[in-house]
């Protein structure tokens, strides 16, 4: 075991604070990284503050992770010391149910193990994210970074490109298709840049007036504010798709009958309390409400090399480790374009 510097939640009640924890020396698969840059996504808050309910103490968020390789095991064949490299939102699964052979990973039948706040695939132990000087990981679970891109803006894609790509990718969005994108965050902002990439017409569905300015220049050719009732009601049957990345709470209802026929609105944000949902907006047009989480990884390795061929990243604050808290706080108070990331040189 190593020792490894890190930022960790104590309790549900309490602030993110310096703490020292353990990471395992490299076995013969195992890849030690050295993090860089370790973005803050919505789901660290749930996590630090025992949102979702099943949170393990201490606890430390993070999974949107990039570094360079500093140790690698004996028969790691895919990378070398000083690699460029990134994590996701997790870092093993079973690798031999139906869904792992064809790389979709995320939907292990046999459970995952997520970055942090999970159980390891042996029980032994629960995972500890990227607020920490370093990680180690099996290789199968590591991911080739191009340096063509600011690495500080590349940590986000781990999470918020791979959560918004893999649907577009996954349900065909190309151009021709009318897609809405709901809430201009974390998950918006990139929903937005990739969907404009892909040839889509976007529209941005917000609650924030001030976001029109943002949306055109992400990509959006409309803005459309879903306070106004005039507004939602011309847009009836409009969209071919629409993806929903907001992570508070919501009425669904509100967005289905924006749908054409056979239209399908993604849900990838993750509100902490169940939303109801009428059957009629579903029947009376055939549409189709479905979720995705994020992506196998060679899904996620597509994403970082299209990202890389396009020149998409995410637009983000950098803040040293001691601003993690005020950095929670504003991110929940929509205060922050559009990411915020850790220079981990500061823990």
Not at 80 to 87: A, E, L, Q, S
Not at 245 to 264: F, I, M, P, R, W
Not at 310 to 316: A, F, G, L, P, R
Request: proline letters at 4%; glycine letters at 8%; one cysteine or more.
């Amino acid at each position: 075991m190593t020792l490894a510097k890190a930022y960790a939640a104590q309790s549900a009640e309490k602030p993110l604070a310096p703490f020292t924890i353990e990471r395992r020396e490299p076995g013969a698969e195992d890849v030690e990284i050295k993090i860089l840059y370790c973005g803050v996504c919505h789901s660290d808050i749930h996590t630090a503050r025992n949102e979702w309910g099943f949170t393990v103490y201490p606890s430390v968020p993070g999974h949107e992770i990039v570094g360079k390789v500093t140790r690698v095991g004996n028969n790691v064949s895919k990378f070398k010391v000083g690699d460029t490299v990134g994590v996701g939102c997790f870092v093993d699964s079973c690798m031999h149910c139906a869904n792992c052979e064809a790389d979709l990973e995320q939907y292990c039948e046999n459970g995952h193990t997520q970055t942090y706040n999970s159980l390891s695939q042996d029980k032994s132990y629960t995972t500890l994210g990227g607020y920490s000087s370093h990680i180690v990981v099996t290789q199968h679970f590591v991911l080739s970074v191009s340096d063509k891109l600011p690495l500080e803006k590349v940590a986000p894609l781990l999470c918020a490109g791979i959560t918004t790509y893999s649907p577009l990718r996954h349900w065909g969005v190309k151009a021709g298709h009318k897609l809405a994108v709901v809430g201009l965050g974390g998950l918006g902002h990139m929903a937005v840049k990739l969907g404009a990439s892909m040839g889509a017409e976007v529209t941005v569905l917000s609650r924030s007036a001030g976001k029109a300015k943002d949306a055109a220049e992400l990509g959006a050719k409309h803005f459309k504010l879903t306070t106004d009732k005039d507004t939602m009601a011309e847009l009836a049957n409009s969209f071919d798709f629409i993806l929903d990345t907001v992570s508070a709470q919501h009425d669904y209802n509100e967005y289905l009958s924006l749908l054409k026929t056979d239209g399908v609105m993604i849900v990838v944000g993750a509100p902490p309390q169940p939303t109801p949902v009428s059957a009629f907006p579903l029947i009376l047009g055939r549409r189709s409400l479905v979720g995705s989480l994020v992506g196998g990884l060679k899904e996620t390795q597509e994403m970082l090399d299209y990202c890389a061929e396009h020149n998409i990243t995410s637009d983000v604050e950098v803040i040293n480790i001691n601003q993690i808290n005020e950095a929670y706080e504003r991110t929940l108070a929509g205060d922050v374009h559009y990411r915020f990331v850790i220079d981990m040189a500061t823990l």
